[in-house]
């Protein structure tokens, strides 16, 4: 039996607003590393976005290199690590020459062909062509990866000089069907590892993460029948949430390790571990991660009841939302600030902003003074301007 670990979304570098989740970020890939040694898995597949962006911070790239380094148990056990749409492809190929001997495989473009060879690892690559692996286990098993990082339609076309007249989702499903046909069988596991929207059976769109850059518009919805009857996993990445979209084959998004929206505030976070035997179903187990800091959402009629409860709850995220009937003083604003470090933003709603029911007095017959609130109410979605706004007002037409 071959076990696999399967995460993805990591998204290192990435910010809360103005929070850096770096600190988080570390903690939870420690505990993946831990998993991966408790388990004693074989291998550990992490299907994209690797990064938040095509040029992340140093302390990304660092952090990157050390969870690799420790997941692949010094060469012992193979990491595939494929682009997706967040990650630059050229950027995560880049260390393959020096990965290579710590067991740790980067695919960044659609046609990547990794080296087979000597290496200094205990596993070794047998076989390997374009979009395809196929890795000798420590423990003589074979592991066949169809590898599909993220790609365009313009690069795909680019990639495979596709033809604009064909289909995509046939040329894709005859192509992966092509490389199943020619190196994979009953005699090893084969998966296949992607950063790609799968649709399950009967839908025709798929919801994305409401913080993730949406690839529906330039990538191809593949519908379950892309993949071929070899494969026995499919290693999907990009939706944030741990979701199964199609039983036989198991077809899984693995879920982000951390919430990175607060539209993701009440998700569990998951790494996959998959258990596999050659000509069999896998056997597939959700691993939940303890994150460091939750995401809430409150709301509070009142800023002492918020400033109250925010000093009660230090250990989390906030998106606070006030509701009052007048403008949120700038005073208040700043000792919410100062009791909580974690207030990512904060929502003002206007609790009374319907309108008389008596026609309005003329304008002409209205003081400057009255005037001037009407229009901030206008613009502030009903809410009253502060006494300290009214006086203000009042010196500045003093003068």
């Not at 770096?22 to 993946?32: F, M, N, P, S």
């Not at 388990?39 to 969870?67: C, K, W």
């Not at 692949?72 to 880049?94: F, L, Q, T, W, Y």
């Not at 939706?239 to 199609?246: G, I, N």
């Amino acid at each position: 039996m071959i076990s696999i670990l399967h995460t993805a979304d990591w998204h290192l570098g990435k910010r809360l607003g103005a929070i850096s989740r770096i600190e988080e970020q570390k903690i939870v890939l420690d505990e993946i590393c831990t998993i991966a040694d408790t388990r004693a898995v074989d291998a550990v597949v992490i299907a994209g976005d690797i990064f938040d962006t095509f040029n992340p911070p140093t302390e990304a790239i660092e952090l990157l290199y050390a969870t690799l380094k420790r997941l692949s148990n010094k060469g012992a056990r193979p990491v595939i690590v494929i682009a997706g749409n967040h990650d630059s492809p050229d950027r995560i190929e880049a260390p393959n020459p020096l990965a290579r001997d710590n067991g740790i495989i980067f695919i960044g473009n659609p046609v990547s062909t990794y080296i087979t060879g000597t290496s200094e690892t205990a596993f070794k690559i047998r076989n390997s062509s374009n979009s395809f692996i196929e890795i000798a286990c420590a423990s003589g098993q074979l592991l066949r990866i169809i590898t599909a990082p993220f790609a365009n339609e313009h690069r795909l076309q680019q990639a495979f000089m596709h033809d604009k007249d064909t289909e995509m989702v046939s040329f894709i499903t005859e192509y992966w069907h092509t490389i199943a046909n020619s190196y994979c069988d009953t005699q090893g596991v084969n998966i296949l590892v992607g950063h790609h929207l799968c649709l399950p059976i009967g839908e025709s769109t798929i919801h994305e993460p409401d913080d993730e850059k949406p690839i529906q518009a330039i990538s191809t919805l593949l519908p379950p029948s892309t993949i071929p009857p070899h494969i026995q996993y499919v290693a999907l990445g990009h939706l944030h949430r741990y979701q199964k979209v199609h039983s036989q084959p198991p077809i899984v998004y693995s879920g982000s390790p951390l919430a990175y929206s607060f539209s993701e505030a009440m998700q569990k976070k998951n790494v996959v571990l998959v258990s596999l035997e050659p000509n069999s179903h896998a056997e597939i187990t959700p691993i939940e991660l303890q994150s460091p800091l939750m995401l809430i959402t409150k709301t509070f009629h009142s800023c002492n009841d918020a400033i109250e409860w925010l000093a009660e709850n230090q250990n989390c995220y906030v998106e606070l939302t006030i509701v009052s009937d007048t403008y949120l003083k700038p005073a208040y604003v700043q000792k919410l600030h100062q009791t909580h470090a974690g207030i990512v933003s904060i929502i003002p709603i206007v609790s009374n902003t319907q309108q008389s029911s008596t026609p309005q007095e003329s304008n002409q017959n209205k003081s400057m003074e009255e005037l001037f609130e009407d229009y901030f109410m206008s613009k502030k979605n009903g809410q009253k301007p502060s006494d300290e706004i009214k006086l203000l007002f009042k010196r500045i037409l003093a003068q």
